[in-house]
């Protein structure tokens, strides 16, 4: 089975610019987890769906960053405008609720914004 | 809301010297979780721990989960260079919530 799928792997980016990032969950998960990491500030929760629908969007940093799940199936992070400090690694997971609730992470898309 | 934290930050060993990461939580966790993420990688799940003072062994890497349930370890015994990497522990954010927060990690590297 394909696990967590996400494009583009790598971005590079001027300031200023709109990225939307991609996501694709584990067939029949149904919460979705987009996750920055940073060196400064570790791995950071922005925001979470279930259901397609956002639960919890407490970690989005400011309004430039917006996400949606349209269907069980996709869901996208978009930055508009980026700005440099938004470089980072971006991870989306996915789980289901069971006894375990355990996240699978995506390989990732690496954000350089100059 | 709740804390997790995680230390040693970094931890430089030998190839087949031991290695311990510990978890300290600011409240009681339901279960606790962990994950190893290697370099250029993602996060991937090692294992769960839900009771009170439980131990669970995979192979060379032992987990232990606090009586009081607000701290855990893992003990890698005998490294080995395919243990580098970030081990990060994660616990629900709010007790059956399935937002985790994540420990700040701790970056293991093997001298080989």
């Known amino acids: 089975d394909a696990g967590v799928i996400q494009s583009p792997r790598h971005e590079v980016t001027e300031m200023g610019q709109e990225v939307t990032l991609r996501c694709k969950p584990i067939?029949?998960?149904?919460?979705l987890f987009w996750y920055r990491q940073t060196m400064m500030r570790g791995l950071e929760l922005l925001i979470y769906f279930n259901n397609n629908v956002p639960i919890d969007d407490s970690g989005m940093p400011e309004d430039r960053f917006s996400a949606k799940m349209p269907n069980a199936s996709f869901s996208t992070l978009k930055i508009q405008p980026s700005e440099p400090r938004d470089s980072a690694v971006y991870f989306c997971a996915s789980s289901t609720r069971d006894n375990t609730d355990t996240q699978y992470f995506g390989p990732g898309t690496r954000l350089t914004v100059l | 809301g709740q804390q997790v934290m995680q230390i040693p930050q970094y931890q430089h060993v030998q190839e087949g010297e031991d290695f311990t990461t510990y978890c300290n939580s600011s409240?009681?966790?339901?279960?606790i979780q962990w994950y190893k993420q290697r370099p250029g990688g993602h996060p991937v799940f090692l294992i769960q721990l839900v009771k009170s003072g439980e131990v669970k062994k995979q192979k060379r890497l032992t987990f232990q989960f606090g009586e009081a349930k607000k701290n855990s370890s893992l003990h890698i015994t005998a490294t080995q260079t395919t243990d580098v990497g970030t081990y990060f522990c994660?616990?629900?954010?709010?007790?059956?919530?399935?937002?985790?927060?994540f420990g700040q990690g701790t970056r293991l590297t093997i001298n080989p």
């Open positions: 067939s029949g998960h149904n919460s």
């Open positions: 994660a616990g629900p954010y709010i007790q059956g919530a399935q937002k985790l927060v």
């Open positions: 409240t009681t966790l339901s279960n």
